[in-house]
């Protein structure tokens, strides 16, 4: 499995980034998919997951009601939309696959596979 995640960038604090992340599974709708972060120095740690079906999504707290996980399985494709950016924000950001149940995940981040990441840096 391989996830590409394109975009990233630099933004000021209270801006907006959209991250995107194409896999290559021909089929992510029975894939629990999520987002994970490590910043400088530190180990990586859960963002946000959405189970298989779509319909459930869990976050970190640190950014509860500010980042927004959606998927589109006709295109392969999950999505991770950061609002209201904050400087400890700033980190590589991965798109990650798993078929453990989404509770497990978000509570360990143990998802079994990952892309090589995309940097996001929030500026103050």
């Known amino acids: 499995v391989q996830l590409r995640e394109p975009g990233g960038g630099s933004v000021q604090a209270g801006g907006s980034l959209r991250l995107s992340c194409r896999t290559s599974?021909?089929?992510?709708?029975?894939?629990?998919m999520g987002w994970l972060s490590q910043a400088p120095g530190e180990d990586r740690e859960f963002v946000a997951g959405?189970?298989?079906?779509?319909?459930?999504?869990r976050y970190a707290d640190s950014v509860e009601g500010r980042f927004t996980i959606s998927k589109d399985d006709a295109k392969n494709t999950v999505y991770l939309q950061m609002d209201s950016l904050k400087p400890e924000d700033t980190a590589i950001y991965s798109c990650?696959?798993?078929?453990?149940?989404?509770?497990?995940?978000?509570?360990?981040?143990?998802?079994?596979?990952w892309g090589q990441g995309t940097q996001v840096t929030v500026s103050s």
């Open positions: 990650a696959a798993d078929l453990s149940p989404l509770e497990w995940l978000a509570t360990t981040g143990r998802f079994g596979t």
């Open positions: 599974v021909r089929d992510i709708s029975k894939l629990a």
């Open positions: 959405i189970n298989w079906i779509g319909d459930t999504t």
